[in-house]
């Protein structure tokens, strides 16, 4: 057994933790076991081997989201079953998020409502997969977050300001791999 703990108990999160600084970044302490590891989605966010990690996300200039990934301590024989809320951030199975349909263009009218939409599933479904939208406008070269998370994007009394390009980043609460839409167009009607 690891001096940290080779299960992902509450006292064992507090032990993996000492020693991360604080900083502007909201990290968390998580606990990666054997099937986690193994999975593509955790491996894309560099969570790829088992133990503790220290984990967070940002999103850059581009609007991308980017993960900061620290192996804390390794853990050769993690003991389960999970009993922390990570799931957010490391898949337990393969989940993948699918986009049905979305909004390609949106021609209006000052005034008009604008209404973007974009239709995904996450696979398997079940409970534990409640997607999770963030809508974002291009500003300049780069992509700016906007509006609420749905999967709907409503402007109610449109202006002029509402012409440009959109498009929303998808995820699930249960640590799919991020999936981002097509953009959507919005121009005024000639």
């Known amino acids: 057994m690891s001096l940290y703990g080779n299960?992902?108990?509450a006292p064992n999160v507090t032990k993996a933790g000492r020693g991360v600084s604080p900083s502007?970044?909201?990290k968390q302490i998580i606990f990666i076991d054997n099937t986690e590891a193994a999975l593509p989605a955790n491996k894309q966010r560099g969570l790829n081997a088992p133990g503790w990690w220290s984990y967070y996300t940002y999103t850059d200039g581009e609007?991308?989201?980017r993960h900061k990934a620290e192996h804390l301590v390794t853990i050769a024989n993690p003991v389960g079953p999970e009993t922390q809320a990570d799931d957010a951030v490391a898949a337990d199975e393969a989940?993948?998020?699918t986009i049905n349909t979305q909004t390609s263009a949106f021609p209006y009218n000052?005034?008009?409502?604008?209404?973007l939409v974009?239709?995904?599933?996450a696979t398997p479904p079940g409970d534990a997969s409640v997607l999770t939208y963030q809508w974002q406008k291009k500003s300049g070269r780069r992509w700016v977050n906007i509006g609420l998370d749905q999967p709907t994007y409503d402007v109610a009394v449109s202006t002029a300001d509402d012409v440009g390009t959109y498009r929303v980043k998808i995820n699930s609460t249960n640590g799919a791999s991020e999936v981002i839409s097509g953009v959507?167009?919005?121009?005024?009607?000639?």
Request: without cysteine; negative net charge.
């Open 63 to 65: 609007g991308h989201t």
């Open 110 to 115: 000052v005034g008009d409502p604008i209404n």
């Open 184 to 190: 959507i167009v919005v121009e005024l009607n000639p």
């Open 7 to 9: 299960t992902d108990s």
């Open 24 to 26: 502007s970044q909201a």
């Open 118 to 121: 974009v239709d995904a599933i």
């Open 95 to 97: 989940v993948l998020i």
